[in-house]
């Protein structure tokens, strides 16, 4: 009896201790496979957490490229602006500097053509003077003599056609001047031109005067009649020095 409950006992007991080991193994393989499944369920979200780390990474990436991209284009867009604005800039201080330039070469050459008008004028100017004093130097004693009868003759021709209405009634006497001195036949003409125009006699005095190089100047008074050589030449040479005048003022 007591081997047959021993052996129920034992028999009982490992009934008993399989089941508790069965259970427990069910336990324990329950345990490690939801720790299985939680580790795979971590790890697959650990790799769902990585491949979006990538994707943003990689996005990251490419905005940042892009960017960059913009960044190169708007430096290269810049840079053209600067340099063309520049080169622009150069063109017009060139082109300003190159105007000026011309404006003070333009300048430089009126100012010279100008000192070259007046030296000319200046040089023409003093022609004149000298040519004056050059005929005076030049005609001999015996051709200003011959000169002068031929220039006292036609004062006494043109004297005829002179109006003397000028003449003051309280002019009684007058002068004839002349290089060498009139004669008495001058003298005579010319007071019998005088009597006939102003209606009353004149007292005439024949003086000679080197100066007037040859000629005559008849005076009365203030009022002188000039046909002298000499006043020929000046009023020539005025006349000249007038027009050499205006041919230069034409040409400014």
């Given at each position: 009896m007591s081997g047959e409950l021993i052996i129920q006992f034992l028999v009982l007991t490992a009934i008993v201790s399989g089941g508790i080991i069965f259970a427990l193994h069910?336990?324990?393989v329950s345990s490690v496979e939801g720790a299985k499944m939680r580790l795979d369920r971590d790890a697959e979200a650990a790799r769902a957490r990585e491949a979006e780390l990538n994707r943003k990474i990689r996005q990251a990436d490419d905005e940042l490229a892009q960017r960059k991209r913009e960044l190169d284009a708007l430096e290269l867009k810049m840079k053209g602006e600067l340099e063309a604005d520049a080169n622009k800039r150069k063109e017009?201080?060139?082109?300003?500097?190159?105007?000026?330039?011309?404006?003070?070469?333009?300048?430089?050459?009126?100012?010279?053509?100008?000192?070259?008008r007046d030296i000319e004028k200046q040089m023409e100017l003093k022609i004149v003077d000298y040519s004056v004093k050059i005929i005076d130097e030049i005609l001999t004693k015996k051709a200003k003599a011959a000169l002068e009868r031929d220039?006292?003759?036609?004062?006494?021709?043109?004297?005829?056609?002179?109006?003397?209405?000028?003449?003051?009634?309280?002019?009684?006497?007058?002068?004839?001047?002349?290089?060498?001195?009139?004669?008495?036949?001058?003298?005579?003409?010319?007071?019998?031109?005088?009597?006939?125009?102003?209606?009353?006699?004149?007292?005439?005095?024949?003086?000679?005067?080197?100066?007037?190089?040859?000629?005559?100047?008849?005076?009365?008074?203030?009022?002188?009649?000039?046909?002298?050589?000499?006043?020929?030449?000046?009023?020539?040479?005025v006349a000249l020095k007038t027009l050499v005048e205006k041919s230069y003022q034409d040409k400014k």
């Open positions: 069910r336990v324990f017009e201080l060139v082109g300003k500097a190159r105007l000026e330039a011309e404006e003070i070469i333009i300048k430089a050459q009126n100012a010279a053509e100008g000192i070259r220039l006292i003759d036609d004062f006494i021709a043109q004297l005829r056609e002179v109006d003397m209405s000028r003449i003051s009634t309280e002019i009684r006497q007058a002068d004839i001047v002349t290089v060498n001195g009139a004669t008495d036949a001058d003298v005579k003409q010319i007071s019998d031109i005088i009597r006939t125009k102003t209606g009353r006699e004149m007292t005439l005095t024949a003086k000679a005067e080197a100066g007037h190089i040859s000629g005559v100047v008849l005076k009365f008074g203030s009022l002188q009649l000039d046909a002298s050589l000499k006043t020929a030449i000046r009023d020539n040479a």
